[in-house]
């Protein structure tokens, strides 16, 4: 199964589309499109291992593989890529069902 999840970052103005892809429900590997340097270093460690396992990554107690691929590249704190992309993994591996999220921001 697949997903996908469209990032529009915010005030960078980058765009980023991830896609996860599972055959088996599980082992899950993105495919990553961005207009940003930073989130391509995100996309090749992403990459390294391969296959991120689903169960581990929505295991509270478990460190996420994918925010820590966020970490080592050294995205932005607040890059809502990482968050994205476990939202596509999810939908993908069937453990949520699609629908949009979103953050509005503003002052005061």
């Given at each position: 199964m697949k997903s996908a999840a469209n990032v529009?970052?915010?005030?960078?103005?980058?765009?980023t589309t991830v896609q996860a892809?599972?055959?088996d429900g599980r082992r899950v590997t993105f495919t990553?499109?961005?207009?940003?340097?930073?989130?391509?270093?995100?996309?090749a460690?992403?990459?390294?291992?391969?296959?991120?396992?689903a169960y581990e990554e929505i295991n509270p107690k478990a460190s996420s593989r994918v925010l820590a691929c966020?970490?080592?590249a050294a995205l932005?704190?607040?890059c809502i890529v990482p968050a994205a992309a476990l939202k596509a993994l999810r939908v993908a591996t069937g453990l949520a069902l699609p629908a949009d999220a979103a953050v509005t921001i503003g002052t005061g």
């Amino acid at each position: 199964m697949k997903s996908a999840a469209n990032v529009q970052a915010g005030i960078c103005g980058h765009l980023t589309t991830v896609q996860a892809e599972t055959s088996d429900g599980r082992r899950v590997t993105f495919t990553v499109e961005t207009t940003c340097d930073n989130v391509e270093r995100f996309k090749a460690r992403l990459a390294a291992d391969d296959t991120v396992d689903a169960y581990e990554e929505i295991n509270p107690k478990a460190s996420s593989r994918v925010l820590a691929c966020g970490h080592d590249a050294a995205l932005c704190t607040d890059c809502i890529v990482p968050a994205a992309a476990l939202k596509a993994l999810r939908v993908a591996t069937g453990l949520a069902l699609p629908a949009d999220a979103a953050v509005t921001i503003g002052t005061g």
